[in-house]
């Protein structure tokens, strides 16, 4: 049981340039998320899913697109990459609530993180 | 909108002391509540959450933490800090259906 899994683990770009981060879990989890985090900024939402085929903006969407194809894959897109992107990427899942009735509020069980810098 | 405030982005104790690391929310509804670790170069872990059973929740490694509903607070507290307790600690807040809201995270330096 590998948990969450992110690929890749650290990217340098150029600026302009696209690239896909992939996020994987095996939990059967029904939730996924993207997450960047910079330095005294804490985590913010990106992008995030409910499900497969299924996706919504949280609190940073601009210059990003997500994909989710497959229930256990999540995929941000960088289409043209700017400086203000570089961060550290973070992908997390999480069951949906009808499944722990006792835990109305799953927690999120997070990835090791991609470090994407664009020069 | 929901927001999470961690007072101090670094706090500086003594191994063996007490560690308080502060976390307020703002929400009139008491909303969920988690504190996850982040050791370096890894995600982020979960310590501990609230869901209104108890006011006050036991964690992972000897943290533990109290809701104080007229606070609005959920700080986090160890009896005896560990060298293997520094880490980065993030207080988070639910909003809406299953989003979490971070505060900005507190760096918790343990010195021998």
């Known amino acids: 049981n590998a948990g969450v899994t992110q690929t890749p683990k650290f990217r340098v770009l150029k600026t302009g340039q696209s690239m896909t981060l992939l996020c994987a879990q095996d939990m059967n989890h029904e939730y996924m998320y993207w997450y960047r985090q910079d330095p005294g900024m804490g985590l913010r939402l990106i992008h995030y899913s409910v499900g497969e085929g299924t996706t919504a903006k949280g609190e940073v969407p601009d210059g990003y697109n997500v994909s989710r194809l497959k229930k256990q894959n999540f995929l941000l897109g960088l289409e043209s990459a700017a400086p203000s992107q570089t961060s550290v990427y973070f992908c997390a899942s999480s069951h949906y609530p009808g499944d722990q009735p006792r835990s109305p509020y799953n927690e999120q069980f997070f990835g090791p993180g991609t470090r994407l810098t664009v020069l | 909108a929901q927001s999470v405030t961690q007072l101090g982005s670094h706090v500086s104790v003594s191994e063996g002391a007490l560690v308080l690391l502060r976390c307020n929310y703002s929400?009139?509804?008491?909303?969920?509540l988690f504190w996850y670790v982040q050791y370096p170069n890894q995600g982020l872990q979960l310590l501990l959450k609230y869901t209104s059973a108890a006011t006050l929740v036991k964690g992972i490694n000897g943290f533990e933490a109290e809701f104080k509903k007229s606070e609005t607070s959920f700080h986090l507290t160890k009896p005896s800090a560990h060298m293997s307790d520094a880490a980065e600690y993030f207080c988070?807040?639910?909003?809406?259906?299953?989003?979490?809201?971070f505060g900005t995270g507190t760096r918790l330096l343990v010195s021998p």
């Open positions: 988070a807040a639910s909003e809406g259906f299953q989003k979490l809201v």
């Open positions: 929400s009139s509804v008491p909303p969920y």
